[in-house]
């Protein structure tokens, strides 16, 4: 019984190592970018005017082609994936989403 015991404890501080090394080499990738200039809510409000359609989705996040806002607008039966500079708040690209895959040219997500 004690071999077991012994096991199983050595197992559990293995597993509790793994794991605490794992959550220390990945981080948000919102924590790990510059701070945005522009607030969440004014990109949703860029997005929408944009458009004129209904955000349903809004994430800061690092694309391939630098941060960015990615909103998601829906107008009637039609969802388009909406860029924002968070620095400036401009629409720097807007596109029609075929299919929820969410932004396959993206490095991280």
Known sequence: ????????????L???????????EFRNDAL???APSVSITQAIAAAEA???GTARNAQYEKTARGW??????AKGDTVYDVAVDPHT???VRS???TADCDDADDDVD
């Open 1 to 12: 019984m004690k071999p077991l015991i012994t096991c199983l404890s050595i197992a559990t």
């Open 14 to 24: 293995a597993c509790g190592a793994v794991t605490a090394h794992a959550a220390s």
């Open 89 to 91: 708040g401009a629409v």
């Open 32 to 34: 790990t970018g510059p």
């Open 95 to 97: 596109t029609r989403d």
């Open 68 to 73: 960015a806002y990615d909103v998601e607008i």
């Open 50 to 52: 944009h458009l004129g």
